[in-house]
């Protein structure tokens, strides 16, 4: 055990809507400690009214995401030693979505969006009927695993640039949960999410820079998805003509 | 705001692009002998149908390319409002294409 002697130099973002600013805390630095346990000492032991978000502390929820150091990070799962700046820790809300109190941002146009993107299951069966075999050795069903372990955390979202510069792109996650649909068999949406995903604010807007890949804390690639979206769309096009 | 369209238009004048860029970049160091003037070039290309298409293809590919590309910095960095995106993109389509489309005539006729 490290003396608890030893303090951590930690700003936590602190404001509405309206706006805020940092406040300084100092808190005691212990063995294996991770990002949220620095913010929920500091609800606990110096700041009762600040407000932040989590649930399962191991990685499995998503709602824990906030900016440390200026980076997207899950932060019951990341270690304060990995991502301390000498004794300096910087917490912020999530970026790209507006905030309702503190670290608590609001979610709802992240989840609009993937709806907006037909990032839903559409049913093509009832409980009825069987259910549908599929081979986990079958193409179309290794292509959705690559991409279906995502937690919905925004941590992709808030690192994406295009997000940034353009308010109605959809967005990594949701395109990255479209692509898993478009390659679900049982799916009965093909058609309406390819138009969903090639509109406007879809698709053809990622610049492919990969920022959305580099943070995803269960290491998805957004990226390959888009692409695919992409491929997906254009050949549609190409063979049938138009898609819209 | 790129669609599936634009998308396409943008991928496939890449794709023209891609070997008329190293062409045009190889003629112009085999083809400039005495300086870059127009006449000098003129004098050795004028009345050739082959680099004729050859450029009018390439300012066809750049005409495009060029305006859907300033199309999206206008939007996502200078936070140009939607509606003046296609008036931009046609603008800057058609102007590349009439500077471009001079300098073809100028070499065909
Ligand atoms: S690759 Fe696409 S989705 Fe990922 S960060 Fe870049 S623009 Fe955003
Ligand atoms: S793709 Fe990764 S970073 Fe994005 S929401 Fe899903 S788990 Fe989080
Ligand atoms: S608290 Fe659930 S993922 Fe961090």
């Not at chain 2, 149908?49 to 960095?77: K, M, N, Q």
């Amino acid at each position: 055990m490290r003396e608890a002697a030893e303090a951590l130099d930690v700003k936590v973002w602190r404001g509405n809507a309206h706006g805020g600013g940092y406040r300084s805390y100092s808190v005691p630095a212990q063995e294996s400690q991770t990002v949220l346990d620095v913010v929920t000492w500091i609800q606990q032991h110096a700041e009762p009214t600040l407000t932040y978000r989590f649930a399962c502390r191991v990685g499995m929820c998503g709602s824990c995401a906030m900016m440390v150091n200026g980076e997207p990070r899950w932060t019951c799962r990341t270690h304060v030693r990995r991502v301390l700046d000498g004794k300096r820790l910087e917490i912020a809300p999530l970026r790209n979505l507006p905030v309702i109190k503190d670290l608590a941002t609001d979610m709802a146009e992240f989840f609009d969006k993937w709806t907006g993107a037909e990032g839903v299951f559409h049913p093509t069966a009832t409980r009825k009927d069987a259910i549908a075999p599929i081979s986990p050795a079958d193409p179309m069903r290794q292509l959705a695993n690559e991409a279906v372990e995502c937690i919905n955390c925004a941590v992709c979202y808030s690192a994406c640039d295009t997000v940034t510069a353009n308010p109605s792109y959809l967005g990594p996650a949701a395109l990255n949960r479209a692509w898993t649909l478009q390659n679900d068999e049982r799916d009965g949406a093909y058609a309406p999410r390819l138009r969903a995903v090639s509109a406007d604010g879809g698709c053809f807007n990622c610049h492919s820079h990969q920022s959305c890949l580099t943070y995803c804390p269960n290491d998805l690639n957004p990226t390959a998805s888009i692409a695919g979206l992409k491929r997906l769309s254009s050949t549609s096009f190409l063979r049938r003509g138009r898609t819209r | 705001m790129i669609g599936l369209r634009l998308y396409l238009a943008q991928r496939l004048s890449a794709f023209l692009m891609a070997p008329l860029v190293i062409g045009h970049i190889a003629t112009m160091i085999y083809a400039v002998q005495n300086g870059l003037t127009a006449s000098e070039i003129l004098d050795r290309t004028q009345g050739s149908l082959w680099w004729g298409a050859f450029y009018g293809l390439f300012v066809g590919a750049v005409s495009v390319h060029a305006a859907i590309g300033l199309r999206a910095i206008a939007f996502e960095t200078l936070n140009l409002p939607v509606r003046w995106l296609n008036p931009l993109t046609w603008t800057v389509g058609m102007v590349l294409a009439l500077l471009g489309g001079r300098a073809v005539a100028a070499v065909v006729f």
